[in-house]
């Protein structure tokens, strides 16, 4: 992916200047790769940690209540390569 972004940019001037704009292009389109790929990753943490935090405040010692037990999910599902 990178070499193919590589190739599609062009510059005018010395090999030194067509190489630096070169990298300015790839550093771009770089940070939008991982805006789109990683951008929402501290949202989910904050939904999930208010989440967490929000069954921690109804923890009575007790458990959880039965009306959580059908949303447990195992934690390595996610990280299964069906």
């Keep these: 992916m990178v070499e193919e972004k590589w190739n599609?940019?062009?510059?005018?001037?010395s090999s030194i200047?067509?190489?630096?704009?070169?990298?300015k292009c790839l550093k771009?389109?770089?940070?939008m790769l991982n805006h789109d790929v990683f951008g929402h990753l501290e949202s989910e943490k904050k939904n999930?940690?208010?989440e967490i935090?929000?069954?921690?405040?109804?923890d009575d010692g007790d458990?959880?209540?039965?009306?959580?037990?059908?949303?447990?999910?195992d934690p390595l599902q996610s990280c299964s390569n069906d």
């Design 48 to 50: 999930i940690v208010k």
């Design 8 to 13: 599609t940019y062009s510059g005018k001037g």
């Design 53 to 58: 935090e929000e069954l921690d405040g109804q």
């Design 28 to 31: 771009a389109d770089l940070k």
């Design 63 to 73: 458990g959880l209540p039965e009306s959580f037990e059908d949303e447990k999910v």
């Design 17 to 23: 200047s067509v190489f630096k704009d070169k990298l």
